[in-house]
């Protein structure tokens, strides 16, 4: 893949060479990139010239380039296409790719598109539409090639010779029974090594494979863990459906970075970067009113202490610093109960001995901090009383600032609800409005 800098200079050339109508120029570039680098140029192009950038492809490369843009930009793409275009996309795909061509095509025309396939590949996509689109199932892809583990390898050799080709990635050979029940995996080495008349049975790897139903974060772990290329999907009664490989888990790990980074601004990671303003402005206004509504709360906590703050200016120099404080702890504990979970290693069981850890790491930031910011606020105002009351509401936000932090996403994530998506949002309301509360109550009581 290219630097940034390549990247960046080469879309400029494209970009140029659409504008001056140079396709002979804009073909000649495109030769030289790979679809994924080309998916990522489509995703960095206006729409007004994205299309005549898409048409210098021949129909193979399409398809393969299509698979790897976002699911905006994707529909955008096939929105300018008529059926027959779509199906000659689809042609020299594995059938993972055509499932997310045909997802991204509106109701009315993915049946068209599905009628035109082979039997087989239309039987293995309307499989993978079956399963929600981030499981196993609906990742997987039905280009396989199983052998039944009571024949010789002569017999595999030879349907091997036959086929002509194996699918990308295929170190191992599906093994099954004759009921299509999955075995485990006969390597390639072990085919190639032993002796023709060696039964399959002999020689099976027994390796577990992925439920079908399992979501496509619990894949990339399995595939981290077990540090492999590719695995058997089975349904839940051991039949095989097709396989994963590890192109498909760096997608997954793209994707939840990606995700994991527009969430925390309340933004979806397949928005187009050149969507049209309306639609971006409405998806964008939710989470705007949502934190308008928390600002217009943490404001009425303010208001309460109204005339305390007119009596003790000081108060409305300091105040922001206490809750900003407590919005970084949180913030930190937050992201590392966030990453916790994403990657399977917080749960019910061990999410307890975590609170606690937290709650002491924010009491002993809090002591700290609060000596720290006591005396300098003691020093700035030349009144001891206000460095106690300042240092005292610093000690408690961070506590409470850990404690929120390590159970917002937690709640969140019981209730089935993104914790990277809401946390944030939720976490500033509570930090700024009980830091107020706590500084300008305790100034309240005991100043005034």
């Not at 929600?132 to 024949?151: H, K, Q």
């Not at 699918?167 to 099954?176: E, F, G, M, S």
């Not at 994991?260 to 939710?286: C, H, I, N, Y």
């Not at 709360?297 to 009596?311: D, K, L, W």
């Amino acid at each position: 893949m290219p630097q940034t800098t390549d990247k960046l200079q080469i879309t400029e050339q494209l970009l140029q060479a659409v504008n001056d109508d140079n396709g002979d120029y804009a073909q000649q570039i495109l030769t030289t990139l790979v679809p994924e680098e080309i998916a990522e140029i489509l995703e960095a192009t206006p729409p007004k010239q994205r299309y005549p950038l898409w048409v210098h492809l021949t129909s193979e490369v399409q398809g393969e380039v299509i698979g790897h843009t976002n699911e905006e930009v994707r529909a955008s793409l096939l929105q300018q296409l008529d059926n027959q275009e779509i199906v000659d996309l689809t042609e020299e795909l594995e059938t993972d790719d055509i499932t997310d061509i045909v997802q991204s095509l509106p109701e009315e025309d993915k049946q068209h598109v599905l009628d035109n396939l082979s039997d087989d590949e239309r039987t293995a996509v309307e499989t993978a539409l079956s399963y929600p689109e981030n499981t196993a199932g609906g990742l997987m892809s039905t280009d396989i090639i199983t052998v039944r583990s009571d024949v010789t390898l002569e017999v595999v050799l030879r349907l091997l010779r036959k086929i002509g080709s194996i699918p990308k990635a295929t170190l191992d050979l599906i093994v099954r029974d004759r009921e299509g029940l999955y075995e485990g995996v006969l390597s390639i080495n072990d085919l190639i090594t032993h002796d023709e008349d060696t039964l399959v049975s002999e020689l099976i790897l027994k390796k577990d494979a992925i439920k079908a139903t399992i979501s496509d974060k619990d894949v990339a772990h399995y595939f981290e863990k077990n540090d492999i290329i590719s695995a058997a999907v089975i349904d839940e009664n051991n039949l095989i459906l097709g396989r994963i490989t590890i192109d498909d888990v760096v997608d997954i790990i793209r994707e939840e970075a990606e995700h994991a980074q527009m969430a925390s601004a309340g933004l979806t990671e397949d928005e187009d970067l050149f969507s049209p303003p309306m639609r971006s402005a409405k998806r964008r206004s939710f989470w705007l009113g949502i934190n308008l509504l928390t600002a217009l709360f943490a404001s009425a906590v303010i208001g309460i202490f109204e005339a305390t703050i007119q009596q003790i200016v000081a108060l409305a120099i300091l105040m922001p610093i206490v809750a900003s404080m407590g919005g970084i702890a949180g913030t930190q504990t937050a992201t590392i109960v966030i990453r916790a979970l994403a990657t399977g290693k917080l749960g019910s069981k061990n999410s307890r001995a975590l609170i606690i850890k937290e709650s002491l790491v924010g009491m002993l930031n809090g002591l700290i901090w609060s000596v720290l910011t006591g005396i300098t606020a003691a020093v700035w105002f030349h009144q001891m009383s206000l460095g106690m009351i300042f240092g005292a509401a610093m000690l408690l936000n961070l506590i409470a600032a850990a404690v929120a932090g390590a159970l917002i996403p937690l709640l969140l994530n019981k209730m089935k609800i993104d914790p990277a998506l809401a946390s944030g949002l939720m976490l500033t309301t509570v930090t700024d409005s009980l830091g107020f509360f706590v500084f300008l109550g305790l100034a309240t009581v005991i100043l005034v």
